[in-house]
């Protein structure tokens, strides 16, 4: 039975692919990468976020560069960020039965402070934020060890290849929702054990 349920932050909570494409926009002379634009979207939606390091020859040092300057940067666009429609009342009617918590590799001065502004900071039990895209199984098992919690009553919800990947690997059960980043191809290439096309699918399940 599922008591507790974890949330991906960026395109499983709020719709943020186009403030993060403009993030990269901004910094992508800097490292030397082309711009982004947006016929590419389509064809960036089929790839995992290691595909798309091989495609743009991004090495892990230089990728958590740029990750780590974008949510800098980015920081108070973040704030006036907006939930995709109706979550927050799913969300809300969720913590009445579920123990609720994020986790997610943008900044967790980001977070707190979109959710402070949403008035939404009672709802989620915890935020727990990875520093590595590519390690976020060892932030999963640093997470249920520091809250004490158990693997076969986790539900993670995500929007990318590499959240089912973490999943698998920790052996946590995983959502993959398909409004955010990857698209549903690609998520049901990873089997995952649930996958959900609108937030409205979560509330009824």
């Known amino acids: 039975m599922m008591k507790t349920l974890i949330f991906d932050f960026d395109g499983t909570l709020v719709d943020s692919m186009a403030l993060y494409i403009d993030g990269f926009n901004q910094v992508a002379k800097d490292f030397s990468l082309p711009l982004i634009k947006k016929l590419d979207l389509a064809e960036l939606r089929q790839l995992s976020m290691r595909e798309l390091a091989d495609k743009y020859k991004i090495g892990p040092l230089k990728l958590a560069k740029i990750v780590l300057t974008v949510n800098k940067n980015l920081h108070q666009e973040f704030v006036n960020l907006e939930f995709f429609p109706k979550m927050k009342s799913i969300l809300r009617e969720l913590s009445k039965n579920y123990q609720l918590g994020i986790l997610t590799s943008n900044n967790l001065e980001n977070i707190e402070a979109f959710l402070a502004k949403q008035n939404f900071t009672d709802v989620f039990d915890f935020v727990y934020a990875s520093k590595s895209l590519f390690g976020k ?7 249920i060890k520091k809250h004490k919690l158990n693997k076969a009553e986790i539900l993670y919800f995500g929007d990318e290849a590499r959240d089912i990947e973490a999943c698998q690997k920790v052996g946590v059960k995983v959502a993959a929702v ?28």
């Open 137 to 143: 199984d060892k932030t999963f098992k640093a997470l």
């Open 178 to 205: 398909t409004w955010g980043f990857n698209s549903p191809e690609l998520l049901k290439s990873k089997n995952p054990d649930f996958i959900f096309s609108s937030p409205e699918k979560i509330a009824i399940s």
